[in-house]
């Protein structure tokens, strides 16, 4: 079993920053990548942000220059500092962990449970 646990969601002011992190746990043989999805009220989720386990990262454009990816992989984490927040930016933001839990095991896809980022005007 593999679980991904969020941290750092909060209410923030336009302009401020916050910090996730992710951190997977359980059956894990190795991570092939790990991103940031997000979810507005009536919107569908899209991805924010992915870095693969060689360290290269996408973002979604509306990001570009303010939020950054990284990964500790000594400790199965993942962290997004995001800064010069919008309101717009306010969602529940998702882990995604792109996991290999066994040698002989096809990668799975895993997710965290959300974390609320709220940015106020």
């Known amino acids: 079993q593999v679980q991904l646990v969020e941290s750092g969601g909060g209410l923030v002011q336009s302009g401020g920053s916050l910090r996730l992190s992710c951190v997977a746990s359980g059956s894990i043989f190795s991570i092939s990548a790990m991103g940031w999805y997000r979810q507005a009220p009536g919107k569908q989720r899209e991805l924010v942000a992915v870095?693969?386990?060689?360290?290269?990262?996408d973002y979604t454009d509306s990001v570009k220059g303010r939020f950054a990816i990284s990964r500790d992989n000594t400790k199965n984490a993942v962290y997004l500092q995001m800064n010069s927040l919008k309101p717009e930016d306010t969602a529940v933001y998702y882990c995604n962990g792109v996991i290999i839990r066994t040698p002989l095991s096809y990668a799975g896809n895993y997710w965290g449970q959300g974390t609320q980022v709220y940015v106020s005007s």
């Open positions: 870095i693969r386990s060689g360290g290269s990262t």
